[in-house]
């Protein structure tokens, strides 16, 4: 990290060379106090102009103001340009490259213009008055055309020093909001791989404890259930752990390398293994029927990701509220513009002794899911009893990069 000194506010090495410019106008307005018009008064005015250059940088408008006034001074004394009119020139510089409006740096030069006139009106013929006239012309020009050009590359530099630190923000913005969708994703994912996990051994364990002295062989089948469940979860716990760790932290890859790193880990779950989850469900005690309408096209992984995790979060959602013995109804309808799923249970299942916890992030996280596909979500109570969900998710049109909705 570079350190840079500063007096009042204002670079050292700035600072120092205005310094030296004041002291060298102060230098030959002294050196030439007794030979020059005017003497010691004209002296004065030029120790003037040199305080009055301490300043072009802060204030370049008033310096050249009052610049511009210690030499109307002169020319009106008749003293004849002095060799500490350079402060003129560098007034002129000043107000040109650092004033906030060019139009100062306009009006400056026009003022020296006049100024040119009126210090060549004191030469004594017409042809001397040319000659100085376009002299002083051309080198007061010179001077506000360079200051012009360094102006203008100087806010050009500014305005990449600019542009360059609005879109380092940018960045910044953008990898914060990242990292706040993976922690959102994760959340999720977690949420899909521990809560319906949990809640199917619960209900097996429940069951297997009031089973125990009843029905021995239930009871061991309600154990098997929830061994298997477990086992399931942890592997499915450490693969998306073994994602995290493989994406590398959030400076190398970022939220981006976790995404892409996931893909393999979202592409496993697809609607080839619905079947396997429905049994698992049927298992824990509903009575699962599957009916599939249509001919499945050829879904983006992402999609299938989202019809599984829907058929998966509804199935819990049966199994904690509906109850053991409930019968379920999973449809998956296709078209050629959408896929509709719809889980519905008749509500007459056995209700829990003591029914598993919910974190209430249910349809939050379906609807969730469903809106990254631009779907629509419906659930609530049917009127004969029991509880329905219905997703229909729209079709891509064309093949396109898409959004895993984990």
């Known amino acids: 990290m570079t350190v840079r000194r500063t007096v009042f506010g204002r670079p050292l090495r700035g600072v120092a060379f205005d310094v030296a410019v004041a002291a060298l106008v102060v230098l030959v307005s002294v050196a030439a106090a007794v030979n020059q018009p005017?003497?010691?008064?004209?002296?004065?005015?030029?120790?003037?102009?040199?305080?009055?250059?301490?300043?072009?940088?802060?204030?370049?408008?008033?310096?050249?103001?009052?610049?511009?006034?210690?030499?109307?001074?002169?020319?009106?004394?008749?003293?004849?340009?002095?060799?500490?009119?350079v402060a003129v020139l560098i007034a002129l510089y000043s107000v040109v490259k650092y004033g906030r409006r060019l139009r100062d740096g306009v009006l400056a030069g026009a003022v020296a213009a006049v100024g040119v006139l009126l210090a060549a009106a004191q030469t004594p013929n017409v042809i001397q008055w040319w000659v100085t006239a376009l002299w002083y012309a051309l080198v007061t020009g010179a001077v506000w055309l360079v200051a012009?050009?360094?102006?203008?590359r100087r806010l050009y530099v500014l305005s990449l020093e600019e542009r360059a630190t609005t879109l380092e923000r940018e960045r910044e913005a953008e990898s914060r909001a990242a990292v706040a969708e993976e922690r959102t994703r994760i959340a999720r994912e977690l949420h899909d791989v521990v809560a319906h996990s949990m809640a199917v051994m619960i209900v097996q364990a429940d069951g297997a404890r009031f089973m125990l002295d009843r029905d021995p062989a239930q009871a061991r089948t309600a154990v098997k259930v929830v061994a298997d469940t477990g086992r399931q979860a942890l592997e499915e716990m450490r693969r998306l752990v073994g994602v995290l760790r493989d994406a590398g932290p959030a400076g190398a890859d970022g939220a981006d390398g976790l995404a892409v790193a996931a893909d393999p880990e979202h592409r496993r779950l697809a609607l080839a293994e619905?079947?396997?989850?429905?049994?698992?469900?049927d298992d824990a005690g509903l009575h699962v029927r599957r009916t599939v309408t249509g001919a499945p096209p050829a879904l983006p992984p992402g999609l299938e990701l989202t019809v599984y995790r829907v058929v998966q979060e509804?199935?819990?959602?049966?199994?904690?509220?509906?109850?053991v013995?409930?019968?379920?109804e999973v449809v998956l309808s296709y078209t050629a513009e959408a896929v509709v799923v719809r889980v519905v249970d008749d509500g007459r299942g056995r209700p829990l002794v003591s029914p598993a916890p919910s974190g209430g992030h249910g349809l939050l996280g379906m609807r969730e899911r469903v809106t990254v596909y631009d779907g629509s979500l419906t659930a609530g109570p049917r009127l004969t009893g029991g509880w329905q969900v219905e997703v229909r998710l729209p079709?891509?049109?064309?093949?396109?990069?898409?959004v895993i909705a984990a």
Request: proline residues 6%; without cysteine; aromatic residues 6%.
């Open 395 to 402: 079709l891509p049109s064309e093949p396109a990069t898409e």
């Open 148 to 152: 012009l050009n360094v102006r203008t």
């Open 325 to 328: 013995g409930a019968g379920v």
């Open 274 to 281: 619905l079947p396997d989850l429905l049994a698992r469900f």
């Open 38 to 85: 005017g003497g010691w008064a004209a002296t004065a005015v030029g120790l003037g102009m040199a305080v009055a250059l301490l300043f072009r940088r802060t204030h370049p408008s008033a310096v050249t103001v009052a610049v511009a006034v210690l030499a109307l001074i002169q020319v009106i004394a008749r003293w004849g340009p002095l060799i500490y009119d």
């Open 314 to 323: 509804a199935l819990t959602n049966a199994l904690k509220h509906a109850g």
